[in-house]
T-cell receptor, first 113, second 118 residues
Framework: QKEVEQDPGPLSVPEGAIVSLNCTYSNSAFQYFMWYRQYSRKGPELLMYTYSSGNKEDGRFTAQVDKSSKYISLFIRDSQPSDSATYLCAMSDPGGSARQLTFGSGTQLTVLP | DAGVIQSPRHEVTEMGQEVTLRCKPISGHNSLFWYRQTMMRGLELLIYFNNNVPIDDSGMPEDRFSAKMPNASFSTLKIQPSEPRDSAVYFC????????????????FGNGTRLTVT
């Protein structure tokens, strides 16, 4: 079993829809949780970053962490065609070999105009 | 800020040949990472440098892989001899921070080198 599980999709939604992307994990030591966005033929770029449990909002994006369920989510409101990309969750253990991120496999999202 | 610069963008080589991938991190960043991305395995950390010193190379798959960071502005990942199963996109990333530091400094990725070994 992988430490981080993420549904690869592909996920296709109409413009304006609310998108929910999710990851589950097994390592209870994970404390830092991130979402990266990767456009085709590009490197991943950091989208959201949260520490421990709770919610964080940034414009149309909301990241949620539920450590009791070992479950994290990224919500995209009023999705736009420019949001079409692969979204990777990533997490890390502060006590581990510093700065090592464990990535999910990524969910490919297409927002149709 | 030019971002993380990787070269070449594409590399096609024959099995058995030596391949060298290059990376210039963002100026001022003191941590550098090499990742490999495939459809089957996703993003895998190969090696991590802090202040030019290799900190963790446990992700390097075999002795055929080696990485160096001779100075703060340059790193190489070498595969010798290359094999078809090495075909992947190789990313370099850099950040500011070190062991035990906070994660407020995100990883900045380059656009990768797409390696095809035939």
């Amino acid at each position: 079993q992988k430490e981080v599980e993420q549904d690869p999709g592909p996920l296709s939604v109409p413009e304006g829809a609310i998108v929910s992307l999710n990851c589950t994990y097994s390592n209870s030591a994970f404390q830092y949780f991130m979402w990266y966005r990767q456009y085709s033929r590009k490197g991943p770029e950091l989208l959201m970053y949260t520490y421990s449990s709770g919610n964080k909002e940034d414009g149309r994006f909301t990241a949620q962490v539920d450590k009791s369920s070992k479950y994290i989510s990224l919500f995209i409101r009023d999705s736009q065609p420019s949001d079409s990309a692969t979204y990777l969750c990533a997490m890390s253990d502060p006590g581990g070999s510093a700065r090592q991120l464990t990535f999910g496999s990524g969910t490919q999202l297409t927002v149709l105009p | 800020d030019a971002g993380v610069i990787q070269s070449p963008r594409h590399e096609v080589t024959e099995m058995g040949q030596e391949v060298t991938l290059r990376c210039k991190p963002i100026s001022g960043h003191n941590s550098l990472f090499w990742y490999r991305q495939t459809m089957m395995r996703g993003l895998e950390l190969l090696i991590y440098f802090n202040n030019n010193v290799p900190i963790d190379d446990s992700g390097m798959p075999e002795d055929r892989f080696s990485a160096k960071m001779p100075n703060a502005s340059f790193s190489t990942l070498k595969i010798q001899p290359s094999e078809p199963r090495d075909s992947a996109v190789y990313f370099c990333a850099s950040s500011l921070g070190g062991p035990g530091s906070s994660y407020n400094s995100p990883l900045h990725f380059g656009n990768g080198t797409r390696l095809t070994v035939t």
